[in-house]
C-alpha cells in the first residue's frame, strides 16, 4: 500500500561492517554534462533529538549522493524560497523513530513524514528516498547495496557496501576475483574465483552466508543470472572452443547453450528470460546479437562504430545498452527499435543498472579512475569512489 504523505520503513538486521576507507572519501563535486540539469535546492534542518543532527546529516549526503538534489543545512540569510525538511528523531523500543515535515513555500505543499529503522543509515535512507520521491517522482537507491572488486598487491578483495558507505563487509579473499554479479532479488552474489591454477564459480547467499561452488575446467567469463535466480549462463573457453553454457544451481549441471564461432561473452538476460545478449565477432570487429531462448536464432542489434560490447537490459527489459569503444554508448529502445547514442567525456568498463532502472554504474579509467554513476534521464554523473584499484561494480536491491 502507498501512502502519499507517509512513510513507515522498519528493518530489523543489517549485517554489512563498517570500513572507513570507503567513507573517507565524500563526492566533492556534481558534474553536469553540457546538456545541463538544473538541481532542486533542498534546504534539510537539523532533527532534534540527540541522534537528530547525525541523521540529518546522512539524510543530506543521501540525496546528495543521488545527484538530482543539492541538499544543504539552512544558514542565516538564506531566505525561505527553498523547501525545507524539520523533524524530531526519537528512540522508541528497539527502533529509531522520525517524524517530520516536508514544506515548500513556492507551492504551499506540506508532507508529514514518518519512518523508522533499527540503524541509523537505514532510517536515514528511508527518509532521503520519500524525498527524493516527491521532489524528483524518481526512485531513490539509498536502500540498495553495491559490490565491486578491490585489487591489491597481494590478493583481490570482494567488497560489499551499502549506497551510504557506512556499512562495509569483505565478503571473500583470493587470487583474483572477476565479474561480481548479484541476482535479480539482491539475495545472491555471483562471481568467479581464480585460485591454485583453476577457476570457480561461487555464489554467495547474502542471508544465508554459504557459498556454491562449480569449478570450471578452462577460462571463463562474466555469470549472468536467469530470472528465475535458479540458474545462469557462463561464457567458458575449453579447448580454444567458447561457448555459453547453462549452469543449473540446484543439480549444479552445466550443459551447452550456445556455439557460435565468434562467441566471446554473454552479457545480459532480459525480464522475462526470453532474450540473451552477447557479444559476438563473427565479423571484423566484435557486435551486439541477441539470441531467442524459444526459437533458438541469433539476431544482430549493432552496426555502429568499429566494436559494440557490454549489453545490459534495464531492469524493466523494454531498452538494452551497449558501449562503442569506451566513450560511447547507445540505449536501444526493443519496443519502437529506435537507438540514442551518448557520447561520454571518460573512457569506462562493466557498466551494470541500478535496481530502479534509472541510473547506470561503471568504472572509470585513466587519470580519475573510480566507480562512477551516471543519471540516464538528467545525464547527470556523479563519481562514488574515486580509487583507481577498484573494478566491477554491480547494483543490487
Sequence with gaps: ?????????????????????????????????????????????????????????LVRRAL????????????????????ILTGMVEKRGGFLVFEGEL??????????????????????????????????HYQGQSLTKISFVRRTARQDELILTDFLKENVKILRRAEL????????????????????????LEIYDLERKTINTLEIKGLTSSPVWLPTEDGLILTIEDKEKIGLYHFQLQEKTLSPLLFDPGVIQAGSINRDGTLLAYVSSTGPKPQIYLYHFQSKETKRISFEGKQATSPRFNPKGDKLIYLLGQSQMVIYDLKTKTKKLIQLSFPITDPAFSPSGDYLIFRVKGRKAGIYFIHLDSMVYQPYLLFDNLYYPDWGR
Design 64 to 83: 546528495n549522493l543521488h545527484a538530482l538534489l543539492l541538499a544543504i543545512e539552512p544558514k542565516e540569510g538564506m531566505g525561505n524560497r527553498y523547501p
Design 1 to 57: 500500500m502507498r501512502f502519499p504523505n507517509l512513510i513507515i520503513l522498519s528493518a530489523f538486521f543489517f549485517f554489512l561492517l563498517g570500513n572507513s576507507f570507503l567513507r573517507a572519501q565524500e563526492v566533492p563535486q556534481i558534474t553536469v554534462s553540457p546538456e545541463s540539469y538544473a538541481k532542486p535546492v533542498l534546504r534539510v534542518a537539523n532533527f532534534h533529538g540527540k541522534l537528530g543532527p547525525e541523521i540529518s546529516s
Design 103 to 136: 514544506k515548500d513555500p513556492l507551492t504551499g505543499k506540506s508532507y508529514t513524514l514518518r519512518a523508522e529503522a533499527t540503524k541509523e543509515a537505514l532510517l536515514a535512507g528511508g527518509i532521503a528516498d520519500k524525498i527524493l520521491e516527491i521532489l524528483t
Design 177 to 200: 576475483i572477476l565479474f561480481p554479479k548479484f541476482s535479480p532479488s539482491g539475495k545472491k552474489l555471483a562471481y568467479l574465483v581464480y585460485e591454485k591454477g583453476k577457476y570457480k
